[in-house]
């Protein structure tokens, strides 16, 4: 790859120069749509001709568009498909921390069904977590929402249930939402708690589909609950993953952090900043938090913002009410 570097109208200038014009159509994107991203996220000028890419504007910006579109180019070399947000990824990762490596995040495969439908990480933040549940056996993965905290912990349940190195997968949440009590919802017991588990089963359908779901969820292979019926449980030979922690008690935490039995693995996902449990509760989240950083065997990975894999105006939204806080 050669590339020059000129002045022009007091920014600098850098032509880089890929060996195959049709990979670079693909970099590019239909109607240069990836080269729009890079000028409208960096802020700099973008211009294709052939399989030439020159970019213009202060030496920051150009180094990082430089290493975006490089190593976008090299993923795309290995057949790997780089969609709009797979650019919009890049930026954001390698603006954080220009060593990152995208082909080791990008290219780590979680296979989700036999039929090698996968899931793969977005941020440097996601592919720690994905390692972190890989080696340890309780892994807590805390920050806000659309980080992909719950997505990626039921693609590695589901995977280990595929490569059956767990006989079950049980799926939990507190029953803790803005304030409400479920006396006084309508319905028998499996009526009041079900919304409150929807998230989980919109995870699960995503990943599986909807029959195969449904008859491992009566078989009881998937089991879906409130964090409430695990108490007296031990559970073996099972993925076990506590979704929206923050909204567990600390006795609640405790409860679940000892049901776990052998050959099992634990997820424990949330938001200490959005607890929705009553004044003066001490949220389970964080007391664990306090109390069980730097024990051997147990991992925390932490997110942020910038891990926010959903419609870009969710990040800005994230963002905006952060400011007021």
């Known amino acids: 790859m050669e590339d020059g570097l000129a002045k022009k109208t007091g920014q600098a200038q850098k032509r880089l120069t890929f060996p195959d014009t049709q990979l670079v159509a693909t970099l590019c994107g239909g109607h240069n749509a990836h080269l729009h991203i890079l000028e409208r996220r960096i802020g700099l000028s973008v211009h294709v001709r052939g399989n030439q890419i020159t970019l213009q504007g202060g030496d920051w910006e150009i180094d990082l568009a430089e290493k975006v579109l490089t190593q976008l180019y090299e993923l795309i070399q290995g057949d790997y498909p780089v969609y709009t947000n797979d650019v919009e990824y890049a930026v954001s990762i390698l603006s954080g921390d220009m060593s990152a490596d995208l082909s080791k995040i990008f290219q780590d495969k979680v296979y989700v069904s036999a039929h090698k439908k996968v899931v793969t990480p977005k941020s440097k933040n996601?592919?720690?977590?994905?390692?972190?549940?890989?080696?340890?056996?309780i892994v807590f993965g805390i920050g806000p929402a659309g980080t992909g905290k719950t997505y990626l912990a039921m693609a590695m349940a589901v995977a280990s249930l595929v490569k059956k190195e767990v006989n079950r997968v049980v799926l939990v949440r507190p029953a803790v939402e803005a304030g409400e009590r479920l006396g006084f919802l309508?319905?028998?017991?499996?009526?009041?708690?079900?919304?409150?588990?929807?998230?989980l089963y919109d995870a699960l359908h995503d990943m599986?589909?909807?029959?195969?779901?449904?008859?491992?969820?009566?078989?009881?292979?998937?089991?879906?609950a409130p964090l409430a019926f695990m108490r007296g449980r031990t559970l073996n030979d099972a993925f076990v993953i506590l979704d929206e922690a923050q909204n567990a008690t600390s006795d609640q935490m405790k409860m679940f952090l000892t049901r776990l039995g052998f050959s099992s693995k634990a997820v424990i996902t949330g938001d200490?900043?959005?607890?929705?449990?009553?004044?003066?509760?001490?949220?389970?989240?964080?007391?664990?938090?306090?109390?069980?950083?730097?024990?051997?065997?147990?991992?925390?990975?932490?997110?942020?913002?910038?891990?926010?894999?959903?419609?870009?105006?969710?990040?800005?939204?994230i963002e905006a009410y952060e400011k007021t806080s």
Not at 126 to 137: H, V
Not at 186 to 199: M, S
Not at 218 to 223: F, M
Not at 298 to 313: A, K, Q, W
């Open 126 to 137: 996601q592919k720690a977590y994905i390692d972190s549940i890989r080696q340890f056996d």
């Open 186 to 199: 309508p319905g028998d017991l499996y009526e009041k708690v079900n919304p409150y588990l929807r998230p």
């Open 208 to 224: 599986m589909d909807f029959e195969g779901a449904s008859l491992l969820i009566q078989k009881g292979v998937i089991e879906v």
């Open 272 to 317: 200490v900043t959005q607890t929705d449990l009553p004044q003066g509760k001490t949220s389970g989240l964080i007391e664990a938090r306090d109390l069980l950083t730097g024990i051997k065997g147990i991992g925390f990975v932490y997110f942020s913002r910038e891990d926010v894999i959903r419609h870009p105006l969710v990040q800005k939204i």
